[in-house]
């Protein structure tokens, strides 16, 4: 069974920053696409970022330039780093990895992180 475990979120002003980190244990190959989604109160979740192992980022419009992933292969840990936090962050941050079980036969999970709470004070 795979576990991934987030810890950093908290409480932070306007314009604050915080590091979020997220990280995978259990038994597994390797992990291919590693993310970060948040849940706002009344909305639907959402990508923030994400990274596939070799490297390829992709990140939400409404953060680029804000937040930064990144990620340690050799810990099989994701972190996200926010900057210039803004009231509008505040929401449960969700930690995904794409979790390769066996190469073959091929076997995969999609495992989820049971989120972090992030508040930002205006």
């Known amino acids: 069974q795979v576990r991934l475990v987030e810890s950093g979120g908290g409480l932070v002003q306007n314009g604050g920053s915080l590091r979020l980190s997220c990280a995978a244990s259990?038994?597994?190959?390797?992990?291919?696409?590693m993310s970060w989604h948040r849940q706002a109160p009344g909305k639907q979740r959402e990508l923030v970022a994400s990274?596939?192992?070799?490297?390829?980022?992709n990140v939400a419009e409404s953060v680029k330039g804000r937040f930064t992933i990144s990620r340690d292969d050799a810990k099989n840990t994701v972190y996200l780093e926010m900057n210039s936090l803004k009231p509008e962050d505040t929401a449960v941050y969700y930690c995904?990895?794409?979790?390769?079980?066996?190469?073959?036969?091929?076997?995969?999970?999609?495992?989820w992180g049971q989120g972090t709470q992030v508040t930002i004070s205006s």
């Open positions: 995904n990895a794409i979790v390769i079980l066996s190469s073959a036969p091929l076997r995969f999970n999609n495992c």
């Open positions: 259990g038994r597994f190959s390797s992990i291919t696409t």
């Open positions: 990274l596939t192992a070799s490297g390829s980022a």
